[in-house]
């Protein structure tokens, strides 16, 4: 069986929790399947969206997309054309999810279109909350990471994305308002 994991990031070069899982799994999946891994790097001296391959053994592969800008996006049409060229090539019997944050939410539609089941594993909210961890981040206030209870924009906005304002008190109104209207169409 050929297995495509996609995780937002994999060791070495990223190694939190969903990210040394998937390496675990890959490298125990790959003593009986062949494996290929969908990641990202975040490489400036290299083209936006590029695809780098590299081997690790005869059944584990890495592909690597170069994302050193748009990390902050949920969607990006290249990554997602780029996707699609390679699920062409290399023709995966079956997708396992991690996170598609730092990679493009368009991945899902291009393994549907080609009809390649999917098996997604929820690491953290990030479905939910654009920030995916339902915590606040109000940096300098007293209460920094409290819990969240709910997605609400305006609320993500002043809570977590205050730290983004310009610190000028006349525009926080305008910045609470765009920031708003940012995660709703990106949430």
């Known amino acids: 069986m050929h297995i495509l994991k996609i995780i937002h990031g994999y060791p070495p070069n990223y190694n ?14 790959s003593k009986h399947h062949n ?3 969908f990641t990202r ?5 290299s083209a936006c969206f590029s695809i780098r391959e590299k081997r690790i053994n005869d059944n584990l592969t890495l592909y690597f997309v170069n994302n050193p800008q748009g990390k902050d996006g949920y969607r990006h049409k290249q990554i997602d054309n780029n996707f ?32 390649i089941p999917i098996v997604y594993t929820l690491h953290d909210f990030w479905l939910m909350c654009p920030r995916g961890q339902f915590l606040t981040r109000s940096i300098g ?16 906005a002043t809570d977590c994305y205050k730290v983004y304002f310009s610190g000028q008190e006349v525009n926080q109104i305008k910045e609470i308002e765009n920031w708003s209207l940012w995660i709703q169409r990106f949430s």
Request: aromatic share 4%.
């Open 41 to 45: 790097e975040e490489n400036p001296y």
């Open 84 to 115: 699609s060229e390679l699920l062409m090539q290399i023709k995966p019997d079956i997708a396992h999810i991690g996170h598609v944050n730092h990679l493009s939410t368009g991945l899902i539609e291009e393994l549907n279109k080609l009809k």
């Open 16 to 29: 939190a929790g969903s990210e040394v899982y998937s390496q675990s799994i890959c490298n125990e999946l």
């Open 141 to 156: 206030n007293e209460n920094n990471f409290q819990l969240c209870e709910k997605q609400d924009d305006k609320k993500c």
């Open 35 to 37: 494996v290929s891994v």
